[in-house]
C-alpha cells in the first residue's frame, strides 16, 4: 500500500426550518436593541479572467508575479486576507507584481473585478496567495508517478504548472525507485540513465531530475517514497542480512512479505525497521539518492496492521514502536532533510507524531475508515498527538470500484468540502492524473473539465481561507435556525445525516465560523463514493437564517469555492435580543459563515 481536528467543547446545535417569527433568542450579546448591517455591497460574477501565480507560496516579503488571460477595460485588483482588504490597484496589462506582506503564514485571495454603474461588484477571476515560509504548516500534498520517455522538459513544465495553480507546495514522487533497498537507479559514481521499477516500468534518471528541478522553481518541496522495511528477492546480493527481516512465526522460516504480481520484480519482503544495522544500510541507500538527486525529504511507508511478526531471534515486534526508532535514525543521518510517514489506517499514527520529526501527519485511509465522521476522529486523534501543531493530509482514493471514464465530480467535491471544513488536506492531485487507487500511476479514472476548473476553485478557497480553516480555533456551541417553512430545508450539527444540511462551528480568533456542508442529496455517507454514484446536491439559494450570538456583531460575511470562484460577499443582517438574522446566498456543496 502506498499507502487536527482542535480543542473540543460541547457541541450543541439546535436547528430547525419552521417559520419563524420569535425574536427572542437567548444569548448574551445584543439586549433589546436593534442593530445590524443594511447597507452591503452586491456581488455577482463573471468568470471569464485566467489568473496564474509564478509560485505555489511565497516567503514574507517575496515578490508575486501574477499573469492573467486577458483583463477587461477598467478592471481593478484587490488583495484580501479573509474579508479585509489590504491593498487594490487598477489593472494595466496582463502582467503584474505585488509583494507579499511581511507577516508570514497567511493567506490571501487576490481578485479582478469591475464595478457597474449601479454599484454592484462583479468577480472576473480570482487566484490564492499563500505567504509562508514553510510548508508544514499548510501542507497542500500532491505526486508523481510516471518517469518514463514520455515526460519531456515540457511535459513536466506542463504538468508541475497545474499543480502550482493548485498551489501544490509538495509533491511525493511515487514508483520512481530501483529498488527498495537500493533505491537509486544504478550506484552512486554512476546513475542509470534508464533502469526499471518494481512493475518493470522504464524510469528515466534524467525526468527524475526534471521534476525535481522544475518543482522547486514553483517552491514546492520533492519527497521521494519507500517503504521503511521493504526488500526485493535480490537483497542479499546488494548486502542486506538474513538476520535483519521479520517473520511470520517465531522460527525465522517465513519471511513476511507483501505479494506482487508475477509480471513484477519480485514480491516485497518486509526488514526490522529497528534494527540498527538495517537502519544503516537503508540511510546509506539513501546517502547515495541525496548525493545524486535533490531530494526535500522522505516519504515513508508502511504496510499497517501485519498481526503477530517476529525477529529472527524469535522476539515479536512492535512495528509501531520501531516505526520511531526508524523515524530518528533518519533524522539523525539527514537533519536537514524533511520527513512524513503514512499511518496506513491510523496504525502507529500516534507513534510517528510523538517523534517530533515528521513535518505532519498523513494518514491512509481505506474500508475501515470510510464514513465521513472517521475523517472527523482522524483529524481530533492527530490534533492530540501532535500537540495541536501536526496538520494532517488524507491519502484517500476516490471511486475506488469504478473501472474507466471520469471522476464523479459530486463525490470528489463533497469530500473535498468535508475535509478541508474540517481542517484537513487530500493527496489527490499528480501532474497528469488525479489519484483513484493505492498503486498512484493507475490512470483508470479522467478528471473531466469541469472538475479541474472546480478544484483550482477548491485549493484556491483552501488556500486563501487557510487561517479560518487550518489555523487554530475551537468548536462551540451554535444555534442556528431556518426562517422560512417553504424552503423544506432540514439542518443538523455534526455529524451528518443524509437529506439533511450538516453544520460544523468553530471559534478562530474571535470569530465565529460556521461551516455549512449539503448532504441533501447524499446517497450515502462515506467519503469513498466507491462506485461513483452520489448524485449532484440540490442547490438552495435566498436562505433566512437566525443564528444565536454572543456580543454586538460588526460584520457577516459568507465564502464559497462553488460561487463568486471563493471571493467573499458581505452581508445585511439585523441583530435583536441576542441574535443576528441574515440571508444566505447560496449552498451547492459548502458555504462558510464568518461572523465578525
Not at 208 to 218: A, E, G, L, P
Not at 262 to 291: C, F, G, H, M
Request: glycine residues 8%; proline residues 3%.
Amino acid at each position: 500500500m502506498k499507502y487536527i481536528i482542535y480543542a473540543i467543547t460541547t457541541l450543541f446545535f439546535l436547528a430547525s426550518c419552521s417559520k419563524d417569527n420569535d425574536e427572542t433568542g437567548g444569548g448574551s450579546g445584543g439586549g433589546g436593541e436593534i442593530g445590524g448591517v443594511t447597507d452591503v455591497t452586491p456581488v455577482t460574477s463573471d468568470l471569464t479572467v485566467s489568473l496564474v501565480t509564478d509560485k505555489a507560496c511565497y516567503k514574507p516579503g517575496e515578490t508575486v508575479s501574477f499573469t492573467a488571460d486577458a483583463l477587461p477595460a477598467g478592471a481593478k485588483i484587490r488583495y484580501r486576507t479573509l474579508n479585509k482588504v489590504v491593498s487594490e490597484q487598477a489593472a494595466v496589462g496582463t502582467s503584474w507584481t505585488w509583494t507579499a506582506p511581511a507577516t508570514d503564514f497567511i493567506g490571501y485571495l487576490a481578485d479582478v473585478y469591475r464595478t457597474k454603474d449601479d454599484g454592484t461588484e462583479v468577480i472576473l477571476g480570482t487566484i490564492a496567495i499563500d505567504v509562508s515560509s514553510d510548508w508544514i504548516r499548510f501542507p497542500r500534498y500532491g505526486f508523481v508517478a510516471t518517469f518514463d520517455a514520455s515526460k519531456t522538459e515540457s511535459k513536466i513544465q506542463e504538468e508541475m504548472a497545474f499543480l502550482n495553480r493548485c498551489h501544490i507546495n509538495g509533491v511525493q514522487f511515487q514508483d520512481w525507485h530501483n529498488k527498495h533497498h537500493w533505491p537509486l537507479g544504478g550506484m552512486r559514481e554512476q546513475l542509470d540513465a534508464v533502469y526499471k521499477d518494481i512493475a518493470n516500468r522504464d524510469i528515466y534518471t534524467q525526468s527524475v531530475k526534471d521534476y525535481i528541478r522544475i518543482q522547486h522553481t514553483y517552491g514546492m518541496k520533492s519527497m521521494f517514497y519507500n517503504l521503511c522495511f521493504g526488500a526485493l528477492d535480490d537483497a542479499a546480493n546488494d548486502g542486506v542480512k538474513e538476520e535483519w527481516y521479520i517473520f511470520k512465526g517465531a522460527g525465522h522460516t517465513d519471511k513476511d512479505a507483501h505479494t506482487l504480481p508475477d509480471s513484477w520484480k519480485s514480491n516485497i519482503y518486509l526488514l526490522d525497521p529497528s534494527n540498527t544495522e538495517w537502519q544503516a544500510y537503508i540511510a546509506q541507500r539513501n546517502d547515495d539518492v541525496y548525493a545524486n538527486l535533490d531530494f526535500d525529504g522522505y516519504q515513508i511507508d508502511q504496510l499497517g496492521n501485519r498481526g503477530d511478526r517476529y525477529d529472527y531471534k524469535g522476539n515479536k515486534v512492535n512495528l509501531p514502536k520501531f516505526y520511531t526508532s526508524f523515524i530518528d535514525a533518519m533524522k539523525q543521518r539527514h537533519p536537514e532533510k524533511r520527513l512524513v510517514m503514512n499511518a496506513v489506517s491510523s496504525y502507529g499514527a500516534s507513534q510517528i507524531a510523538g517523534t517530533g520529526k515528521v513535518d505532519f501527519l498523513y494518514n491512509e485511509v481505506w474500508g475501515d475508515e470510510a464514513d465521513f465522521t472517521d475523517l472527523y476522529t482522524i483529524l481530533k486523534a492527530n490534533h492530540q498527538y501532535g500537540n495541536q501543531t501536526l496538520k494532517t493530509v488524507f491519502a484517500a482514493y476516490m471511486n475506488y470500484e469504478k473501472n474507466s471514464g471520469d471522476f464523479n465530480l459530486p463525490g470528489v467535491l463533497l469530500t473535498d468540502a468535508v475535509m478541508f471544513a474540517l481542517g484537513g488536506s487530500h493527496l489527490e492531485l499528480g501532474g497528469d492524473h488525479m489519484l483513484c487507487s493505492e498503486y498512484f500511476p493507475n490512470t483508470r479514472l479522467r478528471m473531466s473539465d469541469a472538475l479541474q476548473t472546480a478544484i483550482v476553485r477548491y485549493y484556491d478557497f483552501m488556500t486563501a481561507y487557510q487561517n479560518l480553516l487550518r489555523d487554530g480555533g475551537e468548536e462551540e456551541k451554535v444555534t442556528l435556525n431556518c426562517t422560512d417553512a417553504s424552503k423544506n430545508l432540514s439542518l443538523n450539527v455534526w455529524p451528518p445525516k443524509k437529506s439533511s444540511i450538516t453544520a460544523f462551528a468553530k471559534r478562530v480568533n474571535g470569530r465565529q465560523v460556521v461551516h455549512l456542508l449539503n448532504f441533501l442529496s447524499a446517497n450515502s455517507l462515506s467519503w469513498r463514493d466507491l462506485d461513483g454514484s452520489m448524485p449532484e446536491p440540490r442547490l438552495v439559494t435566498k436562505v433566512p437564517l437566525k443564528l444565536e450570538v454572543a456580543g454586538k456583531v460588526s460584520k457577516v460575511w459568507v465564502a464559497t469555492p462553488d460561487a463568486h470562484a471563493g471571493a467573499s460577499q458581505e452581508l445585511a443582517f439585523e441583530q435583536k435580543d441576542g441574535a443576528i438574522t441574515f440571508t444566505l446566498p447560496s449552498l451547492k456543496y459548502w458555504t462558510m459563515i464568518v461572523i465578525e
